[in-house]
């Protein structure tokens, strides 16, 4: 931050799984109201607070272990398929990152109290579907 002025982030998380639905709902509408918050509060200091929501993502906390590289790529054109609305595939790490930066840029600088979802169109409350694996 620099004379006054600044941007707080907050990456919130999306799950549609069945058994995560409710705790998925509350936690995301209790970051809305965190980020619009903090907003308020530290608006007057000149300091943006935004929150991105980012959907499904290809890192390793999502893929199995067992799976081998080639295994993986097709089983993640499937997991988009199912489950990406629009887009129809999973975030890269770099989509995420091109949204945090574009949120942080200058180019957004009227921008305060948002939680995004950055999900490739992934319908609120939407069922995950997980695609079959050859065995």
């Known amino acids: 931050m620099v004379a006054g002025r600044g941007q ?3 990456a919130g998380f999306q799950h549609g799984g069945a058994d995560l639905r409710a705790a998925t709902t509350w936690t995301t509408a209790w970051l809305g109201h965190v980020v619009q918050s903090a907003a308020l509060e530290y608006g007057v ?7 991105i929501m980012p959907g499904i993502t290809d890192t390793p906390m999502i893929r ?3 799976l081998d590289d080639a ?3 097709q089983a993640k054109v499937a ?5 990406v609305d629009g887009l129809k595939r999973i975030a890269s790490p770099d989509d995420i990152a091109r949204a945090v ?5 200058d180019d957004l600088a009227y921008l305060t109290g948002a939680a995004i979802p ?3 169109g992934i ?4 069922r995950m579907l997980l695609p079959q694996l050859p065995a």
């Open 79 to 83: 997991l988009g398929q199912l489950n």
């Open 71 to 73: 295994t993986w790529n």
């Open 8 to 10: 707080l982030g907050e």
């Open 118 to 120: 950055v999900d490739g």
């Open 123 to 126: 319908v609120a409350g939407r």
């Open 45 to 51: 200091d000149g300091i943006r607070v935004n929150a």
């Open 64 to 66: 199995p272990a067992e």
């Open 101 to 105: 930066l574009a949120l942080a840029s």
